[in-house]
């Protein structure tokens, strides 16, 4: 069955520093793998997604996130964390009929420290 | 302009009630969903519509029904409302079925007293 695992139920980061939120997903076929973002009492924002092509994939607020097929891993970075990046991090595969029901992981809770 | 929009946010109702949670996309998408984040913000789809028509019904209780009344509009009824349907519930839309990306609403707390 396919899932997703978010190691990390919180982390936190001093503000400047760099962040590596981890993500490790179990899917039979090519993985369609999303990142979101939820701020408090908001809802969901996409970072990033990957479809296919370049592992390296670019997303908004200078997020990144590196696809790793050999570790079935999809792993969010950003070099250097603001407080305003403080909040619910969710990865999320795309399974089902034509990749749509989105899988989600439990979430990594960010906290950012000055 | 608000791309998903629900009414209400916040919803605070009795056991056994009747309610209704409302979605509308201003997006021009096919495909509309409803997810459930429980108090875990564990998040899990519910249902799917494409084209007003109903494609994924996940293990839900038949308490819950969705309606689309048409393709901006994807609404929630939950009959007979029990303790554990306390949640957040968002509303999501896609450009069309298939693989693409999602645009979520900003969720609408339910509370069962």
């Known amino acids: 069955a396919q899932s997703v695992t978010q190691p990390d139920i919180h982390i936190t980061v001093s503000e400047g520093a760099s962040l590596e939120l981890r993500c490790n997903y179990s899917?039979?076929?090519?993985?369609?793998l999303f990142w979101y973002v939820q701020s408090p009492g908001q809802g969901l924002q996409l970072l990033l997604k990957?479809?296919?092509?370049?592992?390296l994939v670019q997303g908004i607020k200078g997020f990144e996130a590196e696809f790793k097929r050999s570790q079935s891993s999809f792993n969010l970075r950003k070099p250097s964390v603001h407080w305003s990046d403080a909040a619910e991090y969710f990865c999320?595969?795309?399974?089902?009929?034509?990749?749509?029901?989105?899988?989600f992981g439990k979430g990594t809770t960010l906290s950012v420290s000055s | 302009d608000t791309a998903v929009s629900q009414t209400p946010k916040y919803l605070v109702t009795q056991m056994g009630n009747d309610k209704s949670i409302k979605c509308e996309q201003n997006?021009?998408?096919?495909?509309m969903y409803w997810y459930k984040q429980d108090s875990k913000k564990f998040l899990k789809i519910m249902f799917s519509?494409?084209?007003?028509?109903?494609?994924i019904n996940e293990t839900v209780p038949n308490r819950f029904s969705p309606k689309s009344p048409d393709k901006a509009h994807l609404n929630l009824h939950i009959n007979s409302l029990e303790l554990g349907d306390s949640a957040v519930y968002f509303c999501?839309?896609?450009?069309?079925?298939?693989?693409?990306?999602?645009?979520f609403g900003p969720g609408t707390r339910l509370t069962v007293l």
């Open positions: 999501a839309s896609s450009q069309r079925w298939g693989l693409d990306t999602q645009y």
């Open positions: 899917y039979g076929a090519t993985p369609y």
């Open positions: 990957y479809f296919s092509g370049d592992t």
């Open positions: 999320a595969v795309g399974a089902g009929q034509a990749g749509t029901a989105l899988i």
């Open positions: 997006l021009g998408h096919d495909t």
């Open positions: 519509y494409n084209n007003k028509e109903l494609i």
